[in-house]
């Protein structure tokens, strides 16, 4: 089995390579059943990287041409009645590596640094009731279009939610999104312009780089410590590019798991009415909340702080609601967008989400995860020590540790991980151009998986190995 | 009860007024059930248009301060609980007119001139049972992300759909979005720059327009004929101006009514071919198409076409379920951007769908929804005659009549809505630059409601006594 691999052509490798396997399957120089080489044996006489073998056998997996089977590897599968021909082409085309973890068809391999909880963690009786409440209730919920805020009934509780975390917004200053993406797309289109220079934390949220680099924003990278921003770099920064705004998580950050201590916090928001800096605050993980926590919008009182959140993490990922806590002004400006480019929310799912909010049962489902989180963090962080790995801080709540494996690169980590059909997510991703990184993010609600164990005891034993030949480093 | 207005000041008189109520209100100068004076009387003591106290009432209504009591007049509010004191501002600074109709709380008025179907049309009981399904069946749907190009079984739906139409189309072409308006805006994204120039039909959706406004694109207008577009003015405007593209709707256009017929469709695509125009084809009223009907995307044999359509009309507007048609690296490219601005659609809303159109509920819905359209049309249109009223083309299909009562303008018309508990969108809001017009779009599943007739009779009666004066005309 030899393919012939163009290293010049603008299509990409992955491409040439899933196309070529596809034709070897129509033509049934591969049949049914038949098992494909190993992904190492593959990159191996091809002279190409694993990672590009996996993208081209996860995008024909998920086209329907090939079976992941747990543990023993890929085999031919038979095509599924139905599905047009031409679906493999397209996840090829369009499933770049980014997107690789929103794909079906993936189940085989477990997600070690995903960026959601497992749905087995999630309260489906309580959502799955409170949906059938709204399909019997008022029909304007089911057919009509939002009104431009969002849902009355959601921003009230959206309202008293934020009394809560001692946010002062009255309800004029709080619009649902789409989920916290599209609340970070509308800030995008309403403050800013191709060429401005923005500051993001590094390493960050990979969508939020992609995002800023649809709309040819500049991008200043703030390094993340464990306390928060680096204020030094922060500083300088400010100095010399005048930048727009900072986006940052205060809480439980993505990747890292750290959080904004409260001294960072005073000196950040003192540095940014110096410099007259406003600052998007991204809160996303807020109801994983264990402990006292330290949030921009609840120390600002100039209206400088930006705040959004979401649902998708805590509740449900798929009925897309998010908010945004601004002054009125730009909370108009906002609605207005919102309107303009698809004409609102769902006023179903903010239904569902504010008889949720009302009758209680999304406080006692986050309880729960915030109790299972901390087991399970607590667990992996022994675990880690254990195995030898290197934790970048210990998080004080959230879903993630930002992790290494000393010893061992991205590339060796990986070859390892599909060994025992873990995928992770690149450290690179997180960096705002795309460095690699010896960094992992790890989602410690799937840690405890057998698989994900098997890995993590193979990584550190190989730096156990390596800590024996150099004597102990950590 | 007088209050100040000031004509330069920044802030609109709506907003002056409404605030000045709204003090009134809390200083309880005007007291809980007090009677407000009447529109017209308020416009004539201030000098200021009836809108702009439909307006401000409207805007105290949806933040309650006022009730509407339907055929009496407005009366100030009991304080609804629980609602902040801000919700007035709120409404009053985010909704202009643009959005009034979207706005809760406007029950009291008939919207004649809305673009959706009245609930007590729709098919609750299919929509609620399929969500019931839905809510009960795979985890995944509650609580996952949906792929980028949307989820595999509604996209195996859509493909089955569009083959019906004669729309060649594998899956690879289709991806989902947040209703038509995301489509629209996504495209925008994807193919426009501030300062391209593209084609729009006038009257045309006033929500293309705003839209393309926000992202600085140029619009040309190209007149729309009971027929299609004015050809001889689209190819003047193709020569002069080489536009990028052409927004149309083919069938049932908004909000003319009419639908294009063979002879326009294929000339419309030779001027395309000539002179390499992409042409965008909202086909969101696809679904109540009686008889034969001439698609541009049917004809398209070079996928010049880009193809729109949506599931908010037929069946809710909540759920906001859309798709766009379009050659394979547009769509990656668009659900590259749909997934960077909002991490991709609804996966609950999006099955949803397909288990209605794999069920046949939704089809059989639509059936419904046609003999019932098609009846309220031909009675609308018969009573149009009897009242005077003249009619832009008698349409096969849709919603929508554009009509005008000869003697009257829009204000007049507005006027005697209201006192017949009427709102009127006005054809301004169709016209691409806003001018007035004496053209009224009617939304035939509301005409036959008492408030609808007695309207429709009072300004036709008017226009009778002007033929009795001029002689006949029509």
Redesign the interface.
């Known amino acids: 089995m030899h393919f012939t691999l163009d290293r010049l052509s603008a299509v990409s490798l992955v491409q040439q390579l899933t196309t070529q396997l596809q034709a070897w399957i129509e033509q049934q120089r591969l049949r049914p059943g038949a098992r494909l080489p190993s992904i190492r044996a593959l990159a191996k006489t091809h002279g190409v990287s694993a990672a590009c073998v996996i993208e081209a056998y996860d995008r024909l997996v998920a086209s329907g041409w090939l079976e992941a089977r747990h543990g023993t590897g890929f085999f031919v599968a038979e095509r599924k009645a139905?599905?047009?021909?031409?679906?493999a082409?397209?996840?090829g085309?369009?499933?770049d590596g980014?997107?690789r973890q929103?794909?079906?068809g993936q189940e085989a391999l477990l997600k070690l640094g995903c960026g959601?909880l497992p749905?087995?963690w999630?309260a489906?009786d309580e959502?799955?009731q409170a949906?059938?409440q709204v399909?019997?209730g008022n029909?304007?919920?089911?057919?009509?279009?939002?009104?431009?805020?969002g849902l009355?009934s959601l921003r009230?509780q959206l309202?008293k939610r934020l009394e809560r975390l001692d946010i002062a917004a009255?309800?004029?200053?709080i619009v649902t999104t789409?989920?916290a993406?599209?609340a970070l797309?509308l800030l995008v289109r309403a403050l800013l312009r191709p060429g401005d220079t923005v500051l993001v934390e590094n390493p960050g949220y990979y969508?939020l780089f992609?995002?800023l680099r649809?709309h040819q924003v500049n991008m200043l990278a703030v390094p993340r410590t464990v306390h928060g921003p680096d204020l030094d770099a922060l500083q300088r920064l400010l100095v010399e590019h005048r930048p727009r705004c900072l986006f940052i998580n205060s809480l439980y950050h993505n990747p890292t798991g750290t959080s904004l201590t409260p001294k960072v916090a005073y000196r950040l928001l003192e540095l940014a009415r110096e410099h007259d800096l406003r600052i998007i605050e991204d809160d996303i993980y807020a109801d994983f909340q264990e402990g006292p926590a330290t949030r921009l919008a609840t120390l600002d009182s100039e209206q400088r702080v930006i705040y959004l959140a979401s649902f998708?993490k805590t509740l449900?990922?798929?009925?897309?609601v998010g908010y945004v806590v601004a002054d009125?002004?730009l909370?108009?400006r906002l609605?207005?967008?919102k309107?303009?480019?698809?004409?609102?929310?769902?006023?179903?799912?903010e239904q569902v989400l504010a008889q949720m909010l009302a009758n209680g049962s999304y406080r006692k489902s986050t309880q729960r995860l915030r109790v299972r989180l901390g087991q399970h963090r607590a667990r992996l962080l022994a675990q880690l020590e254990g195995y030898g790995w290197q934790v970048f801080a210990e998080p004080n709540g959230g879903m993630f540790v930002w992790v290494r494996a000393p010893g061992h690169d991205f590339a060796s980590l990986e070859r390892l991980a599909l060994a025992h059909s873990v995928l992770l997510t690149p450290g690179a991703a997180f960096d705002y151009q795309g460095h690699s990184s010896a960094w992992l993010r790890i989602n410690v609600a799937y840690a405890q998986d057998v698989r994900a164990q098997g890995f993590l005891r193979a990584a550190g034993e190989a730096k156990g190995d390596l800590d024996h030949a150099l004597g102990d480093i950590t």
């Not at 009255?170 to 200053?173: K, V």
């Not at 309107?339 to 799912?349: D, H, K, L, P």
């Open positions: 139905g599905l047009p021909e031409q679906d082409a397209l996840w085309e369009t499933v980014k997107w929103f794909d079906e959601w749905s087995a999630r489906a959502l799955a949906i059938r399909s019997r029909p304007a919920d089911l057919f009509d279009y939002a009104p431009p805020l009355a009230e309202h009255g309800a004029e200053r789409h989920g993406s599209q797309d969508n992609n995002l649809t998708s449900s990922s798929s009925l897309r009125a002004a909370i108009t609605a207005e967008l309107m303009v480019s698809g004409i609102g929310t769902s006023r179903f799912a």
